[in-house]
């Protein structure tokens, strides 16, 4: 098992670039969401996904997409990349609590992003 | 709103001496689950333990505990026989009732072991 996985790992944008960052997990999880990490500061929700074609905001949603096509996989898209979008960004699944399992988030290694 | 506040930027310990990682929590739910997670300089983060608010026997997992007081609203990370290689960032997080198991994170507390 890979446990969850996240593409690529360190990434450099231009102002107004785009790009797409992937979550792949092989644990059969139904819940993955998107955190970002700023210096001196816990994680925060961007986005979040309870199953396969739903999507839904977390806590700093704005200038992020997200899309949830296959359950085993998250993507993140920065439509046109600003430099306060410099952070890293953490994927991580989940089952749901109703499923009878622990509702442990586990995370993947994250995706150092700078946005000059 | 729910908050999760840990007052402690740094702590240092020596080796082999227990520490005590101080996490409080603010939320107006009934169920609700704490977490820690430990964060080491390659980045990743590491599940640590879970309480659950409905568990009346603090969560125990290897050299790691939870003292759960919940008329306090604390959640604190005991560490026993303290590691070089526990010198890491440590996070508290919480999640919530109905909350699809969103987290919320406390900024966390950096600890250092001293040989």
């Known amino acids: 098992n890979a446990g969850v996985t996240q593409t690529p790992k360190f990434r450099v944008l231009k102002t107004g670039q785009s790009m797409t960052l992937l979550c792949a997990q092989d644990?059969?999880?139904?819940?993955m969401y998107w955190y970002r990490q700023d210096p001196g500061m816990g994680l925060r929700l961007i986005h979040y996904?309870?199953?396969?074609?739903?999507?839904a905001k977390g806590e700093v949603p704005d200038g992020y997409n997200v899309s949830r096509l296959k359950k085993q996989n998250f993507l993140l898209g920065l439509e046109s990349a600003a430099p306060s979008q410099t952070s890293v960004y953490f994927c991580?699944?989940?089952?749901?609590?109703?499923?009878?399992?622990?509702?442990?988030?586990?995370f993947g290694p994250g995706t150092r992003l700078t946005v000059l | 709103a729910q908050k999760i506040t840990q007052t402690q930027p740094g702590m240092f310990v020596q080796e082999k001496e227990a520490v005590t990682l101080d996490c409080t929590y603010d939320?107006?739910?009934?169920?609700?689950?704490l977490f820690w997670y430990k964060q080491p300089s390659s980045g990743e983060m590491i599940f640590l333990i879970y309480?659950?608010?409905?568990?009346?026997q603090n969560a125990t997992e290897g050299r790691y505990s939870l003292n759960f007081q919940k008329a306090r609203k604390s959640a604190n990370l005991v560490i026993s026989a303290s590691q070089l290689g526990d010198s890491a960032m440590y996070f508290c997080?919480?999640?919530?009732?109905?909350?699809?198991?969103?987290?919320?994170f406390g900024a966390g507390t950096r600890l250092a072991v001293h040989p």
């Open positions: 939320t107006s739910d009934q169920s609700y689950g």
């Open positions: 997080a919480m999640s919530h009732d109905g909350g699809y198991n969103k987290l919320i």
């Open positions: 309480q659950g608010s409905y568990d009346e």
């Open positions: 991580a699944s989940s089952y749901p609590l109703s499923s009878g399992y622990t509702d442990t988030q586990y």
């Open positions: 996904s309870v199953g396969e074609g739903t999507t």
């Open positions: 644990m059969n999880h139904e819940y």
